[in-house]
């Protein structure tokens, strides 16, 4: 199959690059991976709106067509790449797997995004400082929410999310806590999570992903 992912560095779509990378440790399905530069409006470009009319990355192609949303593409590439193990197959196992990465994409993701661009939902400069700090609180609540679940799975001596092999909660799980550095949040002081990232981020696909974007957890800056 041909496989493209339009990403930008340290966006979400560090999620599906790494289902990509797992996909292709497990089966040897290759893709390609095009960077979308969003500082210099790549993504507003009349040829990318024709991919994704939101103008947002990521943009999987698939067969030449154009999928987006982050829950969808690794839907897709579970059910298309079984051996990869993204998704469980049990329903009610796997119906738990879609609400935890849709809460992820639906809920922390958007409270950030209120952090990062501040100016979409407030005009004055007084009123974005305001959304800024009361949605890094919120920020902060989801990931402790997340630390929450990581202990359940360590409990449970459970390497990864969902079990053994990483799959896209465990990228997005990296994101949102590279992104809580953006939003004032010390890693540190979620000393589990950061611990599972640690290890996440020691893993074969993942450390592929994170080499091909340049990225690290080093967002943090003390004040
Ligand atoms: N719900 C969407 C979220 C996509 C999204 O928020 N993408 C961001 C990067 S994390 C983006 O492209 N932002 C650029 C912009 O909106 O200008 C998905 O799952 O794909």
Redesign the pocket.
Known sequence: MNLELYF?PG???FVPHVALEVVKAATGQAFEAKLVK?HKGE?QTPAYLALNP?????VLMAMGKPL????AICDFLDRSFPQAGLLPTEPWARAQALSELAWM??TA?PTF?QVFRASQFAASESAQAEVKKIAAARFRQHLEQIQGWIETRKNAAQAYWQGARITCHDAYAFTLLRWGGYAGIDPQSLPSYTAYVERVMAAPPVAAALERERIKLDTYKAA
């Not at 939101?54 to 990521?58: F, I, K, N, R």
């Open positions: 930008a966006a979400c779509s969003l993504h939101d103008g947002q990355v990521p987006t949303q982050i829950v994409n639906n993701h995004t």
